[in-house]
């Protein structure tokens, strides 16, 4: 064991077998030093345990149980608005394990593994490790009000961060994805969650979208009239890219900041490109015939369809940091990244991997043939200002 003190957590262990209750209670006594363990052998049962006793705070949860079995359990929890960890145990089929994994997701579950049967003490020691000490979750932060977001444009207070990115062969910087941020003057600088919604209501949206174009290709501009040659990646609302004037727009901002077209990326989410509306699609193939780069963000989020990737004209396909975070040691999960590879390396798209945020997962990214990374462990979202001193200092390393 690593020392780690678990004997704060609350399990209740779900399953119809006496005797698997019984082994998992040992091994969770004797090697965790969890002592505080409730059992119960059918999902009434279960329920009616976590209604008495609001401080369990880890599930263990068989599926394949008589009458209502652990898949319409996982719903009953998540109605419960359960907050503590979710382990799966099962002799199911992967296939099915890892489709209730995605449900487990769904229902908004904090799911943390699955323990295969039959069951292996050193299994155990994968799920557990993941646990972390209990903590107070902050709440969402409320959005910003309508008129604070009109109020942002009107005095040009929509700020653009940068992240990093590098290609993972030779580990030398390429360019940067262009992060908006809103600067507030009671709350500082506020994070897109908090107003991008909220914006995409209206075309306020738009407004944000050109603001961040004209601020990174000025800041690209001055980046390149100091020796940096790197690509810019934008992202583009969806509602901008249903504009029939968007890519005549963008390319006069092209010309007015002497930027090449092939320097400029725009990414584009899948959710959003769901129905292939017709606008959005002139747009990009217009853009792409001109050299602009375009990049499928978040993929494998939602909506994924190899379909979709056929008819989009893609350079990039950046892969969803859940795919490296959430999921990276979930069943049939890297089979799932090495299929997605396969399928880019195939339709001449080259790959970005989100989300990198450890030098375990940069390792994984490099060895699965990722193109390149982007993420917290190569930079955190930079000022403008600091983006050459800071390509000085990872050349100097790499």
Not at 27 to 42: E, G, Q, R
Not at 71 to 96: C, N, P
Not at 245 to 260: A, G, N, R, W, Y
Request: glycine share 4%.
């Amino acid at each position: 064991m690593s020392g780690k003190d678990y004997s704060w957590l609350n399990v209740l262990l779900v399953d119809d077998s006496i005797s698997i209750l019984t082994y998992v209670s040992e091994v969770l006594n004797k090697v965790f030093d969890i002592t505080n363990i409730f059992t119960a052998s059918s999902a009434p049962e279960a329920m009616q345990i976590l209604r008495q006793t609001h401080n369990i705070n880890i599930l263990f949860l068989d599926l394949n149980m008589p009458n209502v079995d652990g898949i319409q359990l996982l719903e009953q929890i998540s109605k419960l608005k359960y907050k503590g960890y979710v382990v799966i145990m099962s002799g199911v089929s992967i296939r099915i394990i890892s489709s209730v994994e995605l449900l487990a997701k769904k229902y908004e579950l904090n799911y943390i593994g699955t323990l295969l049967k039959p069951l292996n003490e050193a299994d155990f020691y994968n799920v557990i490790k993941k646990i972390g000490q209990p903590r107070n979750k902050q709440s969402k932060s409320e959005s910003l009000k309508t008129y604070e977001i009109i109020r942002a444009i009107r005095n040009d207070d929509i700020e653009v961060l940068y992240q990093p990115q590098v290609e993972l062969f030779s580990r030398s910087f390429i360019g940067v994805e262009a992060l908006c941020r809103m600067n507030h003057p009671r709350l500082g600088l506020v994070s897109p969650d908090r107003f991008i919604d909220k914006a995409e209501e209206s075309d306020l949206i738009v407004h944000i979208t050109m603001a961040v174009f004209k601020k990174s290709m000025a800041d690209w501009k001055k980046w390149h009239q100091m020796g940096l040659n790197i690509k810019l990646s934008v992202n583009a609302s969806p509602i901008a890219l249903q504009q029939p004037e968007f890519t005549d727009v963008l390319l006069h901002l092209l010309e007015q900041f002497e930027m090449p077209t092939e320097m400029l990326c725009i990414e584009v989410t899948e959710s959003v490109l769901a129905d292939n509306p017709i606008q959005e699609l002139v747009n990009l193939n217009r853009l792409h015939m001109k050299g602009v780069e375009i990049a499928l963000d978040d993929f494998g989020k939602e909506n994924s369809t190899v379909e979709r990737l056929q008819k989009l004209p893609l350079n990039y396909l950046k892969l969803d940091k859940s795919y490296f975070i959430d999921h990276k040691e979930t069943l049939g999960q890297l089979s799932i990244i090495n299929t997605s590879l396969s399928l880019a390396s195939k339709l001449n798209i080259k790959t970005v991997a989100e989300g990198v945020e450890n030098s375990e997962v940069m390792k994984l990214v490099t060895e699965i043939g990722c193109d390149y990374a982007q993420g917290y462990y190569i930079a955190r979202p930079l000022p403008a200002k600091e983006i050459i001193p800071w390509a000085k200092n990872w050349n100097s390393q790499t």
